[in-house]
Every structure is written in C-alpha cells, then in structure tokens.
C-alpha cells in the first residue's frame, strides 16, 4: 500500500513536470499538443474508488492548469475523464473480471485492450478540454480535427511510455 502510495506520487510529479516543463512547450502546427499527464488517470489500479480517481483527476489537472495559466480547463477535462474512466472499465470488462491489485496496462492487459481503453479515454479527455477551450460552434470542425490530431499523439506517446515499462514473459 505505501509503496504504491510512493509509486503514484512520483509518477504524479513528474508527469506534471514533464507536461509543464516540456510538453507544453511542444505545438506542431498549432494545431497537435501532446497531453502526456493522462497517463496518470489511465494507470491507475482498477480497485481504486472512484472519489479517489476524480480527487486525483482534480489534482493534477489544477497543477497543469497551473502551469498553462488555463483556469480549470485541464481539471474539469481529467475530472470528466476520471468520471467516465469507470464506464469504460465496464464496457471493456473481461468475461472474468479485474484482477484486484493490478492496473491497466499494456503488459497486465493485452494490446487490443489497452489500445480499447485509452483511446476511448484519451478521446474524451481531448474533445472535452477542447471544445471548453474553443467554446464556440463556429469552429466545431477545427477543433474536433486538433482534439483528433493531439489524441493521436498523445495515444502514441502513452504507447512509448507503456513500452519502457514491459517485460517480456519468462519462456523456459
């Protein structure tokens, strides 16, 4: 318990440095921006409780906006992601369940699943942070292709982390 406690608090400042000090410094075309800090949301344990995902969601979102000098933005999108974190859990649920203890992960989960679960995540985290940002009709199509465009690579930003961190199976 305590070693996930430590575990998470690192991972925790340094995605939000890394977002802070580097990637919001990174616009390629004005139109991708790469949200690494969702990674946080979307490694966290399937046994945690939901106030604790939005708490957390909250957290970090406010130390982003911090950062970008955004008022909210970032902390209501990762609230909303954190929100809908649990019914993507169900809709991609295996036949047996969630093993108690484990987090989703590329490793822990497969491909196809992860693949399923974060992009669906990180979709709706980049359409919503967006179009608050946008907050207008007029530019519906624009900011749908840079909520696109930023998904996409912040899905295969997730993806490079993901793969730091797997380690083959054993084969004897």
Do not use: C
């Not at 995902?53 to 957290?59: A, M």
């Not at 950062?67 to 609230?79: K, N």
């Amino acid at each position: 318990m305590i070693r996930n406690v430590i575990k998470y608090g690192i991972s925790f400042v340094l995605l939000v440095l890394f977002q802070g000090l580097i990637l919001n410094n990174v616009e390629l075309g004005g139109y991708v921006n790469p949200f690494l800090y969702v990674l946080f949301i979307l490694a966290l344990p399937f046994d945690t409780p939901d106030w604790v995902v939005l708490s957390l969601g909250f957290l970090i979102g406010i130390f982003i906006d911090t950062f970008t000098s955004t008022i909210g933005m970032h902390a209501s999108a990762t609230v909303f992601m954190g929100f809908m974190r649990v019914f993507v859990l169900r809709l991609f649920k295996p036949r047996d369940g969630y093993d108690f203890n484990t987090t989703p992960s590329l490793q822990n989960m497969g491909l196809m699943w992860y693949f399923n679960y974060a992009s669906v995540l990180i979709v709706l985290h980049h359409l919503f942070l967006f179009y608050i940002e946008s907050f207008k009709l007029s530019q519906f199509f624009a900011t749908f292709g840079r909520a696109m465009l930023s998904s996409v690579f912040t899905l295969v930003l997730v993806f490079i982390i993901q793969l730091f961190s797997y380690k083959p199976a054993n084969r004897l």
